[in-house]
């Protein structure tokens, strides 16, 4: 229902556009469940403005207010397509914002509500009403994106508005690589900045790989004192606190993978013992997809034990209830060479590289459940190996499209990371020193390209489509680091966080929305997070936003 503060008179004025394309909507991203407006400009009493909540016992709640009440106070954004723009009328004032939250509870995971509903009249007190702290954060990003500056004054274009929103997947993440390239707190913290301007919510740490290990390790320390690139370049254990707080503030989960068996170069420079095709040089590409080779020897329970001991210590560091542990692009060869595995497989007749492999995630599968944790785990297993998983596990589909549906079929439920669309560091050429070629996942993915990928193509049985939770982006570090990670990310993360909040279906026509009807919204967007300080790279020259109508490309433009 209509809730009292609207008239009937203003209801009646409203216009109801269901994830429709208006001018007022250009400041809202990612686009609304439901969206409704009349025609009347409001301004935004600066000299007094207020947001308060009925809820004062939530950290989650009372660090959103603080930080939405200072960008209400001190943004100033105009939008580009603005610049033309006089004074506009406004006829009302919205003095203070109410956050109105169910619960205070703060429990953040899969099954966390994130909907809400915001309200704003034409005078008077605009409202957020939501079931969570987490919701509420949501709809505090979209009161901040109404606000636009305007002669001098700070307004929202037309009031009332009400929207009702909530997101179609509860799984929208990045995934990072800090273990290529090291990225420094500061730096993950804006990453975080920008997922919130975007409502997405997982973090997707790939914390270690085969070339770093710069995470602490009380268990075993020798991890990072051999494994990472030096003193300044590891995260403590409070520096990990320090992110997992400041994520879950803005309603970001952050979960951590551990990729083994493979790429676990970086273990070996602490423990060869348990290692397997060590760096091997210079016919790396034998024994691993990229140098340095090496992976954890399957059939050692030294190996196993020493794997037991990361899942157990990282569990009780992380507190979200997913944990990956990786297993994408395991290298038989590198096994079958090992004089250790071929003893095992040779004394053990009807054991072979693949049941060795079924067997390690079957006991890191249940390892995790020990832990209370729920396990994430990419494709490569279930997929090539036919490990037989818990129903539990959420698999991570990035060998194509294809591999979503794959996956549902056999009744997991899914993350859909493509390469093809949603890996973004590539489109760099080769990073082989000796190599002119371009890299495996070349060429590089515009916005268009991943705006228009959806994650249920092909997949028509309604029960299945309910095992899709989500998808992530990936960002790859070889050829990124934290100087590159804000225009890598951005605006392109942006398109992925608009497919994974309303999906790219327009509900009038029930077609994909066209690129050029999205694109100045997505400009938009890109400029109001350079504002806040992240780098976002342009999407065209300025000319072209100023006239949109001129730069579409002739094949399409009819």
Same mark, same amino acid.
């Given at each position: 229902?209509?809730?009292?503060?609207?008239?009937?008179?203003?209801?009646?004025?409203?216009?109801?556009?269901?994830?429709?394309?208006?001018?007022?909507?250009?400041?809202?991203?990612?686009?609304?469940?439901?969206?409704?407006?009349?025609?009347?400009?409001?301004?935004?009493?600066?000299?007094?403005?207020?947001?308060?909540?009925?809820?004062? #016992?939530?950290?989650?709640?009372?660090?959103?207010?603080?930080?939405?009440?200072?960008?209400?106070?001190?943004?100033?954004?105009?939008?580009?397509?603005?610049?033309?723009?006089?004074?506009?009328?406004?006829?009302?004032?919205?003095?203070?914002?109410?956050?109105?939250?169910?619960?205070?509870?703060?429990?953040?995971?899969?099954?966390?509500?994130?909907?809400?509903?915001?309200?704003?009249?034409?005078?008077?007190?605009?409202?957020?009403?939501?079931?969570?702290?987490?919701?509420?954060?949501?709809?505090?990003?979209?009161?901040?994106?109404?606000?636009?500056?305007?002669?001098?004054?700070?307004?929202?274009?037309?009031?009332?508005?009400? %929207?009702?929103?909530?997101?179609?997947?509860?799984?929208?993440?990045?995934?990072?690589?800090?273990?290529?390239?090291?990225?420094?707190?500061?730096?993950?913290?804006?990453?975080?900045?920008?997922?919130?301007?975007?409502?997405?919510?997982?973090?997707?740490?790939?914390?270690?790989?085969?070339?770093?290990?710069?995470?602490?390790?009380?268990?075993?320390?020798?991890?990072? !004192?051999?494994?990472?690139?030096?003193?300044?370049?590891?995260?403590?254990?409070?520096?990990?606190?320090?992110?997992?707080?400041?994520?879950?503030?803005?309603?970001?989960?952050?979960?951590?993978?551990?990729?083994? +068996?493979?790429?676990?170069?970086?273990?070996?420079?602490?423990?060869?013992?348990?290692?397997?095709?060590?760096?091997?040089?210079?016919?790396?590409?034998?024994?691993?997809?990229?140098?340095?080779?090496?992976?954890?020897?399957?059939?050692?329970?030294?190996?196993? #034990?020493?794997?037991?001991? %990361?899942?157990?210590?990282?569990?009780?560091?992380?507190?979200?209830?997913?944990?990956?542990?990786?297993?994408?692009?395991?290298?038989?060869?590198?096994?079958?060479?090992?004089?250790?595995? !071929?003893?095992?497989? &040779?004394?053990?007749?009807?054991? #072979?590289?693949?049941?060795?492999?079924?067997?390690?995630?079957?006991?890191?599968? !249940?390892?995790?459940?020990?832990?209370?944790?729920?396990?994430?785990?990419?494709?490569?297993?279930?997929?090539?190996?036919?490990?037989?998983?818990?129903?539990?596990?959420?698999?991570?589909?990035?060998?194509?499209?294809? #591999?979503?549906?794959?996956?549902?079929?056999?009744?997991?439920?899914?993350?859909?990371?493509?390469?093809? &669309?949603?890996?973004?560091?590539?489109?760099?050429?080769?990073?082989?020193?000796?190599?002119?070629?371009?890299?495996?996942?070349?060429?590089?993915?515009?916005?268009?390209?991943?705006?228009?990928?959806?994650?249920?193509?092909?997949?028509?049985?309604?029960?299945?489509?309910?095992?899709?939770?989500?998808?992530?982006?990936?960002?790859?570090?070889?050829?990124?680091?934290?100087?590159?990670?804000?225009?890598?990310?951005?605006? &392109?993360?942006?398109?992925?966080?608009?497919?994974?909040?309303?999906?790219? %279906?327009?509900?009038?026509?029930?077609?994909?929305?066209?690129?050029?009807?999205?694109?100045?919204?997505?400009?938009?967007?890109?400029? &109001?997070?350079?504002?806040?300080?992240?780098?976002?790279?342009?999407?065209?020259?300025?000319?072209?936003?100023?006239? +949109?109508?001129?730069?579409?490309?002739?094949?399409?433009?009819?």
């Amino acid at each position: 229902m209509w809730h009292l503060r609207f008239s009937n008179k203003l209801a009646a004025a409203l216009v109801l556009v269901s994830a429709v394309f208006t001018p007022s909507v250009w400041a809202v991203w990612p686009m609304p469940a439901t969206f409704a407006e009349g025609k009347i400009g409001v301004e935004i009493k600066r000299s007094d403005f207020m947001i308060k909540s009925n809820v004062t #016992s939530s950290s989650v709640i009372n660090a959103a207010i603080e930080r939405y009440q200072y960008l209400v106070e001190h943004e100033y954004f105009e939008s580009p397509y603005d610049f033309n723009e006089g004074a506009l009328k406004t006829s009302g004032y919205i003095y203070s914002l109410e956050v109105d939250v169910q619960t205070a509870q703060d429990v953040f995971d899969l099954e966390t509500d994130e909907s809400y509903t915001l309200e704003v009249p034409v005078e008077g007190k605009a409202v957020i009403s939501a079931k969570t702290p987490f919701g509420a954060v949501r709809g505090l990003e979209t009161f901040s994106q109404l606000i636009v500056a305007n002669s001098g004054r700070k307004i929202i274009k037309n009031a009332p508005v009400r %929207i009702v929103d909530a997101p179609k997947f509860p799984h929208r993440g990045i995934l990072l690589d800090t273990s290529r390239n090291f990225y420094h707190v500061d730096a993950i913290l804006r990453t975080l900045d920008a997922m919130a301007y975007n409502k997405l919510n997982v973090l997707h740490w790939h914390i270690v790989d085969a070339f770093s290990w710069p995470i602490e390790s009380k268990v075993h320390p020798e991890l990072t !004192e051999k494994g990472a690139y030096s003193v300044d370049m590891r995260y403590s254990y409070e520096d990990v606190k320090k992110i997992i707080n400041y994520a879950k503030n803005r309603a970001i989960r952050v979960m951590p993978e551990f990729d083994m +068996p493979g790429h676990t170069f970086v273990v070996g420079e602490a423990h060869p013992e348990i290692m397997s095709c060590l760096n091997k040089q210079p016919n790396w590409d034998k024994f691993a997809a990229e140098p340095p080779s090496g992976q954890l020897n399957i059939a050692d329970p030294r190996a196993v #034990s020493f794997a037991f001991d %990361i899942i157990t210590e990282y569990s009780r560091l992380f507190l979200d209830l997913g944990f990956h542990i990786g297993g994408g692009v395991l290298n038989e060869d590198c096994w079958k060479e090992d004089p250790v595995v !071929e003893l095992y497989v &040779r004394d053990h007749p009807g054991e #072979s590289i693949n049941s060795l492999i079924v067997g390690w995630f079957t006991q890191m599968s !249940e390892k995790l459940g020990e832990m209370g944790k729920i396990a994430f785990a990419y494709e490569d297993p279930v997929i090539n190996y036919n490990f037989t998983a818990k129903n539990t596990t959420i698999l991570q589909a990035w060998v194509g499209e294809e #591999s979503v549906s794959k996956i549902v079929d056999k009744g997991y439920r899914a993350i859909a990371s493509p390469w093809n &669309r949603y890996y973004l560091d590539c489109g760099n050429g080769s990073w082989l020193s000796n190599f002119e070629g371009n890299s495996w996942c070349d060429p590089y993915k515009g916005w268009q390209q991943i705006y228009s990928y959806n994650p249920l193509t092909n997949i028509t049985d309604p029960e299945k489509q309910k095992l899709v939770l989500g998808g992530e982006v990936a960002l790859f570090s070889a050829q990124s680091d934290e100087t590159t990670v804000d225009r890598y990310l951005w605006p &392109r993360t942006a398109a992925f966080a608009e497919i994974m909040w309303s999906g790219n %279906i327009d509900p009038v026509t029930n077609t994909t929305r066209e690129p050029s009807k999205v694109a100045p919204r997505l400009t938009d967007q890109r400029f &109001r997070m350079v504002a806040r300080g992240i780098m976002a790279g342009p999407l065209q020259p300025l000319w072209c936003i100023r006239h +949109p109508e001129a730069c579409l490309h002739p094949s399409a433009a009819t």
